[in-house]
């Protein structure tokens, strides 16, 4: 049963962020529009991707640190959280994008960190 418990908790944050920068990914798709050249499409993708390619290199060097992985997640959902109350939002906006992108964020890190002191105390 540990044994399963232990796989779970390795397992699970590692899968989540990995859907999670794929969603990611999938929301600068926006960017395309018919009236936009080929050039500024790939340039909105590439700014749209600057999240997602710096989570991803958050979790490669957390696949292996679970504390970097934890700690950077939930300072990143915390900063998109900050983000969108800065922007002068209606409150109803703040939080549902604050529940679709900063919610799961701060998951994934609570999932890392566990996985981290289930590993320290072993």
């Known amino acids: 049963m540990a ?31 018919p009236e936009l050249s080929v050039g500024q499409i790939a340039l909105g993708m590439l700014v749209h991707n600057i999240p997602t390619i710096i989570m991803l290199v958050i979790l490669i060097i957390s696949w292996k640190r679970e504390v970097v992985g934890g700690i950077a997640f939930i300072l990143a959902g915390l900063a998109y959280i900050i983000f969108t109350t800065q922007a002068n939002l209606p409150w109803y ?30």
């Open 3 to 33: 044994r399963k418990v232990g796989r779970f908790i390795y397992w699970t944050p590692r899968l989540l962020s990995i859907l999670f920068i794929i969603f990611l990914a999938l929301m600068s798709l926006d960017v395309i529009s």
């Open 93 to 122: 906006l703040v939080l549902s994008w604050s529940s679709t992108i900063a919610a799961p964020a701060i998951f994934i890190g609570i999932l890392f960190l566990l996985n981290w002191f289930k590993k320290k105390k072993v």
